[in-house]
């Protein structure tokens, strides 16, 4: 860390989908992008940055997909929620094996898996430089981990949520599609939700604005991303009131 460098964020949230866990393989799981990442994150942790991580399960189940073939809603929302459990094992190991402190919770009873989220637990070991990974989202049907990441952030009260996608940032529209697309370096929450740019669920974006939680938006195959995001570097988007 440069001399000076102020640390502008001191407790994240971040918000990694499955999709991340997947990386570019063809299978639903590869760890190459996670390791580097949690090497990232164990540099956070030296800097004293308190890391929770709000896991999802769009590599293995999306409960959209599952009704698709027939299963009811709740069931198929329920085995979502069981994979989100099922990445959130595989991170909480990876780093354990990394030498991070890292304990899995879960807003679901899985017992003898993992512990159920709590809200002392989940701010005393934050606080204690654990790396909290909470699984499960918010433990109900017909809800993303989008939005559990907001309601985790409110309540473990983080400074910011930073979502990991695979693009740089929100674009006017999708910068795969359309060439023309530009990236907003700050949008507010208003203009998401009234221009209905989809880089996370209406839901989510609304929790945030209530209770003024900035969330980012960046691009988690940037090397150095998150250090230049807590450092207050140009990085990602910036969503606001
Ligand atoms: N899910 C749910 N309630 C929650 C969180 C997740 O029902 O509070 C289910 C939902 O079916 C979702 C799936 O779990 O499709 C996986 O979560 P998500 O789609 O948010 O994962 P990601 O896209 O971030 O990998």
Redesign the pocket.
């Known amino acids: 860390m440069k001399k000076n460098t102020k640390l502008v964020y001191r407790r994240i949230i971040l918000k990694i989908?499955?999709?991340i866990l997947k990386s570019n393989c063809e299978s639903e799981m590869d760890l190459c992008l996670l390791n580097r990442m949690i090497k990232e994150i164990k540099y956070l942790i030296k800097l004293g940055i308190q890391v929770g991580i709000v896991i999802?399960?769009?590599?293995l189940?999306?409960?959209?997909n599952v009704k698709k073939i027939g299963v009811s809603v709740n069931v198929?929302?329920y085995m979502?929620?069981l994979?989100?459990i099922i990445n959130g094992l595989v991170i909480t190991d990876t780093m354990n094996r990394c030498d991070i402190k890292a304990q899995l919770m879960s807003a679901i009873s899985v017992s003898g898996i993992c512990q159920i989220y709590n809200v002392e637990k989940a701010i005393y070991l934050l606080s204690n430089q654990y790396v909290l990974v909470f699984s499960g989202?918010?433990?109900?049907?017909?809800?993303?981990?989008?939005?559990?990441a907001c309601i985790r952030g409110i309540e473990v009260k983080s400074d910011i949520i930073l979502k990991a996608t695979t693009v740089d940032g929100v674009y006017s529209s999708d910068p795969k599609k359309n060439d023309d697309a530009i990236m907003y370096q700050k949008i507010k929450y208003e203009d998401i939700l009234n221009q209905d740019l989809k880089i996370m669920d209406s839901t989510a974006i609304i929790l945030a604005r209530d209770h003024s939680l900035p969330i980012c938006i960046f691009n988690m195959y940037k090397s150095g991303a998150l250090y230049r995001i807590i450092t207050g570097e140009k990085e990602g988007t910036l969503i606001i009131s």
């Open positions: 989908s499955g999709e999802g399960g769009g590599n189940i999306r409960g959209l198929a929302d979502g929620i994979s989100t989202g918010i433990g109900c049907p017909f809800f993303t981990t989008d939005s559990a």
